[in-house]
């Protein structure tokens, strides 16, 4: 693996979050997997979500987001939030809110 490499990491309820979606695996392996040559490849999120980044991507089901934090220091790309575009952003701030309680980020 190059040094220039992202490493990419799960919360525990984001790799639950990746269940439902298990009849598209590859095809969400594959949009996370860019997440290791391209971190900055979501949108800057703003508000109480600042500092995370948003990656959308495309299902047969519907448009999904996920939620993460790029730590450059260690260069890992931490997922905190896989779900459906629909209410994702008000899970996904507590969430983020729980891991800046916990000084994880």
Request: proline share 3%; aromatic share 8%; charged share 30%.
């Amino acid at each position: 693996m190059s040094s220039d490499r992202y490493r990419l990491e799960f919360t525990r309820q984001a790799a639950k979050d990746l269940k439902p979606l298990r009849s598209w695996e590859q095809r969400v392996r594959q949009e996370l997997l860019a997440l290791e040559a391209d971190p900055q490849k979501g949108h800057t999120l703003k508000g109480s979500l600042a500092g995370a980044r948003s990656l959308a991507f495309s299902l047969p089901s519907g448009e999904h987001r996920a939620a993460y934090f790029v730590m450059t220091e260690d260069r890992v790309c931490l997922i905190f939030a896989i779900g459906h575009h629909e209410n994702f952003y008000a899970e996904a701030e507590r969430r983020c809110e729980a891991l800046r309680k916990s000084g994880r980020v």
